[in-house]
């Protein structure tokens, strides 16, 4: 069993206190960013129509509702699945989700480690793994590449986040409340 670790109790509760707009509009940006750069990603998608795929951490208080949209896909940030229709939903800890699409983790070990859950309309979640496979796609670099001459820096800095939230993920809690 793989047991990608999930983030920190007091990571999560932190998350819960943030507000969704900022990381809406975030997500919003590098969504329309990645798509510019990766053309034939939504050509891959163009079959499956205009479905909803849930991302859900099961380490944070949010879900992240992807519209698998031709002309205009797009994410949804909310607290809650409750009152949207989806027709998929994928299940894992934050880190494997983001390392999943990095290509850093194999989806199918995942799966059948049951660190990652699929549930709903399979097809649609297999297209936007081939997709994202097809493109090699890297959510750090795509998120700062629109930052020009200070991308590299930028991007050094996001994957020492990264790094730092998997080490603090794989530290045992010690039962200290913040």
Known sequence: MTQVPALPAFVSRAAGLL?????????SYVLSQT??????????????????VAIVPTDLPVAFLVRLDRTVPSVEVVRSLE???VDSRISGTALSLLDLVDGRL???ALFFSRDLAVEGDIEAVVAL???????????VKDAVAPLGPFASSAERIGRGMLDLMRDVAKRPATGERL
Do not use: S
């Not at 793994?129 to 959510?139: F, K, Q, S």
């Open 19 to 27: 507000p969704l707009f900022p990381l809406q509009h975030a997500l």
């Open 35 to 52: 798509v510019q750069r990766h053309d034939p990603l939504l050509e891959r998608l163009a079959e499956q129509g205009q479905k909803t």
């Open 83 to 85: 009152g949207h229709a």
């Open 106 to 108: 194999d989806g199918d």
């Open 129 to 139: 793994r081939n997709a994202i496979d097809g493109e090699g796609l890297d959510v």
